[in-house]
C-alpha cells in the first residue's frame, strides 16, 4: 500500500495560483500511475490530472476543465507528485485529493487503489 500526504491548500482570490503536494511513501514501486482528483460539496468526484509513473515516456492527463490552467509534475528522487493551479476561479474550490494506481493505463476515468486525505482549496471571488 502507498501513503499518500497532501498540502498546500488553501485560500486565494480568483485568479490566484497554488501549488499542491503529494508526499509518497510505503510500496511507491508499485504504483504505475498518479493522480489528482477532487469534490466538490454536493458534487461527484471528478480528475484532475494523471501521470504515469516509472515509464521511459511520461504520459499526462487532463480533466477538460483545466484547459491550461493546471499542471502536474512530479518529483521522482523526493517521491512527491505536485499540481500547479493558475488562474484559479471560484468553481475550482474543492477538496483535493492525491491517488494512485497499481496498473496503467492512467487515465482519470479508471479505478486508483490508494488515496490521501486530502486538502482544501477555496477560491473567491
Known amino acids: 500500500q502507498v501513503h499518500l500526504v497532501e498540502s498546500g491548500g488553501g485560500s486565494v482570490q480568483a485568479g490566484g495560483s497554488l501549488r499542491l503536494s503529494c508526499k509518497a511513501s510505503?510500496?511507491?514501486?508499485?504504483?504505475?500511475?498518479m493522480g489528482w482528483f477532487r469534490q466538490a460539496p454536493g458534487k461527484e468526484r471528478e480528475g484532475v490530472g494523471s501521470?504515469?509513473?516509472?515509464?521511459?515516456?511520461?504520459?499526462?492527463y487532463y480533466g477538460a476543465f483545466v484547459k491550461g490552467r493546471f499542471t502536474i509534475s512530479q518529483d521522482n528522487a523526493e517521491n512527491t507528485l505536485y499540481l500547479t493551479m493558475n488562474s484559479l476561479k471560484p468553481e475550482d474550490t474543492a477538496m483535493y485529493y492525491c491517488?494512485?494506481?497499481?496498473?496503467?493505463?492512467?487515465?482519470?476515468?479508471?479505478?486508483?487503489?490508494?488515496w490521501g486525505q486530502g486538502t482544501q482549496v477555496t477560491v473567491s471571488s
Open positions: 510505503g510500496y511507491i514501486y508499485n504504483s504505475r500511475c
Open positions: 501521470i504515469t509513473m516509472l515509464t521511459p515516456i511520461t504520459a499526462i
Open positions: 491517488a494512485a494506481r497499481r496498473s496503467r493505463p492512467c487515465s482519470l476515468g479508471n479505478e486508483y487503489d490508494d
